[in-house]
């Protein structure tokens, strides 16, 4: 694969208009990430869960913030990249491209959440099993084998790629109109549910997979066979920078809600770094006596330390990435110590934050929400002239094609609504649906 091509400001949905004369100073990646932070389903983020359930006294991260901090981690990241990258290719007609991987990056990581539904990983988890082992399975006969992969290995990254490409009703072609870079460097799968391993990964639903190819043949995507592609390098930078944020804001929310000792947490984060820095930061931190910002010190040095490290590995095996031989993730291939530290943090989040009780009672109530959503609005959209079916419909955005020709766009059209849901909102119907809140008059 070339940079000259990957990095490209063509719009999907506008590939025959450009302006020349439009004004202002943005490039047209930062007219993306400007794009997706004036959204309303960026916005209805803030109401998502991250890990934690959102606590009223105690801040811990929900998808938002998240997102927020993904994008500030990968900017760093892809300006560390770019440092590295840019002497290689000084005199190349095209090397000025390079120094826009930053303004990519941070706008693909502001999106790489976008279509996950509410509560969490859970959430994703329980759509799929509604059609693999629950109420759902009674329709896979009218589904071809394609478009019931699609459903019973429902993913969160699939969905955020039609949340900022699909044209819902009432909107424009080419969805929010993004570059295609910035699109293919969400796609952490490049290929359909038909190719998902034991985990149940893919980069597309059917209904995406036109406009996925279109995007890979004009970025210039190695393909690995007929229906698979290799993935666009800066993947593997969004992926890294949601990798860090990830595990290292998991342990420090895990300290602020006192699942983890503060002597655990500074033990875990001091890891990282050999013994002559450890004793030049404990120094630093005997200046303040709030454990919390003590932790926060910590985080930002771990943090620093793995954009580094991601960037050395980024552009030690540059050649192979764009050959699409490079094997894992950039996380994969750091220092032994540094692998050794995230590890640590990786097992104690397994073991103590995502089994914690509060944790567990989310995914078992987002579990059960869900699915009668799930059921409810199905069978709506399968039998609108029922009484009730008329009623529910009404309550549908007007942008979710309902009245779509197909049975798998209608349901569709169901998971769109479901996934942009926040918490609340899907607590709020769900408790209307069931009969235990009814609106005061």
């Known amino acids: 694969m070339q940079w000259a091509s990957l990095i490209s400001d063509e719009r999907l949905g506008l590939e025959h208009y450009r302006d020349e004369n439009r ?11 400007d794009r997706l932070i004036f959204s309303s389903p960026f916005r209805r983020l803030q109401n998502k869960t991250q890990v934690f359930p959102l606590p009223d006294s105690i801040f811990v991260h929900n998808r938002l913030t998240h997102s927020l901090e993904v994008a500030c981690v990968g900017r760093s990241l892809s300006g560390e990249v770019a440092s590295r990258l840019l002497p290689r ?5 095209w090397a000025d491209k390079l120094n826009a991987i930053g303004e990519i990056v941070a706008a693909a990581c502001l999106a790489h ?12 988890k329980t759509i799929g099993a509604y059609f693999a082992e629950g109420g759902g399975r ?5 589904f071809t084998p394609e478009q019931w992969s699609d459903l019973v290995h429902f993913e969160g990254n699939a969905n955020s790629l039609r949340a900022l490409v699909h044209q819902f009703n009432g909107r424009r072609p ?14 952490k799968y490049p290929y359909s549910s038909r190719h998902a391993a034991d985990n149940g990964k893919f980069g597309f639903f059917t209904s995406e997979r036109e406009i996925f190819e279109r995007i890979a043949s004009h970025l210039g995507l190695l393909r690995v066979d007929t229906e698979r592609y ?9 992926e890294a920078a949601d990798d860090i944020c990830y595990q290292v804001m998991d342990i420090e929310d895990g300290h602020k809600l006192k699942i983890i000792t503060t002597d655990e947490t500074l033990s875990l984060l001091l890891a990282f770094f050999d013994e002559k820095r450890r ?17 926060v010190y910590l985080r930002s ?19 192979d990435i764009l050959a699409g031989r490079f094997e894992g993730t950039l996380i994969d291939h750091i220092s032994p110590r540094a692998m050794a530290g995230y590890t640590a943090c990786s097992e104690l989040a397994r073991q103590r934050l995502y089994r914690a009780s509060y944790v567990v009672d989310v995914d078992l109530a987002g579990n059960r929400i869900i699915n009668l959503l799930l059921e409810k609005l199905i069978e709506a959209v399968m039998h609108p002239e029922r009484n009730y079916s008329q009623l529910l419909l009404t309550k549908f955005p007007q942008q979710y094609d309902i009245n779509a020709p197909t049975l798998f766009e209608k349901v569709q059209a169901v998971l769109d609504h479901i996934s942009a849901m926040t918490d609340v909102y899907a607590l709020n119907l769900y408790r209307r649906l069931d009969g235990i809140s009814i609106p005061m008059v």
């Not at 290799?230 to 969004?238: D, E, G, K, N």
């Open 279 to 295: 004793a030049h930061m404990r120094e630093v931190m005997n200046r303040v006596t709030d454990p919390n910002e003590k932790v």
């Open 89 to 93: 290719y000084q005199g190349e007609p």
């Open 138 to 142: 009674v329709l896979r006969e009218h």
């Open 174 to 187: 080419g969805g929010f109109a993004m570059t295609y870079s910035t699109l293919a460097a969400i796609v």
């Open 301 to 319: 040095c771990v943090v620093g330390l793995l954009v580094r490290e991601c960037a050395d590995t980024f552009a030690a095996h540059e050649r």
């Open 230 to 238: 290799c993935r666009h390098p800066l993947v593997y930078l969004v």
């Open 23 to 33: 004004g202002g100073v943005r490039s047209e990646f930062e007219r993306d990430y």
């Open 113 to 124: 959440d976008l279509g996950n539904p509410p509560f969490g990983h859970s959430g994703e």
